[in-house]
């Protein structure tokens, strides 16, 4: 039998608090996702003011970055260079998708689950999931 490490409720709610307590403070707003180690919704928060297109985005970041173990931005350039990669399109799934801001939980080597913000810049979709991940490794240290 094989079990199988994956993000609790509670590490979703830091990561959504991270974030959100962040994107504030810069004053703007955002959508967070946060899934399991399959790519399924653990917690979702849209903030006020943020994008309605931006909740299915971050959704789906969060599920490409866990599903595939790795930043959803490196499936969106291998799209654009198919010459480097692969065309997202073989996977006939819609959830997956290539914008910056998805990114993995990495934890004793084992893809646990995701973070991913949308509604900012690439950039700062990012650096916000960034956070969130250096403290849910703190918090299960």
Same mark, same amino acid.
């Given at each position: 039998?094989?079990?199988?490490?994956?993000?609790?409720?509670? &590490?979703?709610?830091? /990561?959504?608090? =991270?974030?959100?307590?962040?994107?504030?403070?810069?004053?703007? +707003?955002?959508?967070? /996702? =946060?899934?399991?180690?399959?790519?399924?919704?653990?917690?979702?928060?849209?903030?006020?003011?943020?994008?309605?297109?931006?909740? $299915?985005? /971050?959704? $789906?970041?969060?599920?490409?970055?866990?599903?595939?173990?790795?930043?959803?931005?490196?499936?969106?350039? $291998?799209?654009?260079?198919?010459?480097?990669?692969? $065309?997202? +399109?073989?996977?006939? &799934?819609?959830?997956?998708?290539?914008? +910056?801001?998805?990114?993995?939980?990495?934890?004793?080597?084992?893809?646990?689950?995701?973070?991913?913000?949308?509604?900012?810049?690439?950039?700062?979709?990012?650096?916000?999931?960034?956070?969130?991940?250096?403290?849910?490794?703190?918090?299960?240290?």
């Amino acid at each position: 039998m094989r079990q199988e490490l994956t993000l609790s409720d509670h &590490d979703a709610r830091i /990561a959504v608090e =991270v974030i959100r307590a962040e994107t504030e403070k810069r004053g703007k +707003s955002a959508v967070i /996702a =946060v899934v399991d180690s399959r790519g399924e919704l653990i917690s979702l928060l849209r903030m006020d003011g943020a994008a309605f297109s931006s909740v $299915n985005v /971050a959704t $789906n970041k969060a599920f490409t970055a866990a599903r595939l173990k790795r930043p959803s931005s490196l499936i969106g350039r $291998n799209a654009r260079h198919p010459e480097t990669g692969f $065309n997202i +399109s073989y996977y006939s &799934d819609p959830r997956y998708i290539g914008f +910056s801001g998805g990114l993995p939980v990495i934890i004793d080597g084992q893809t646990v689950g995701a973070v991913a913000v949308s509604g900012l810049t690439e950039a700062e979709d990012e650096e916000l999931a960034e956070l969130a991940i250096t403290a849910i490794r703190a918090a299960n240290s």
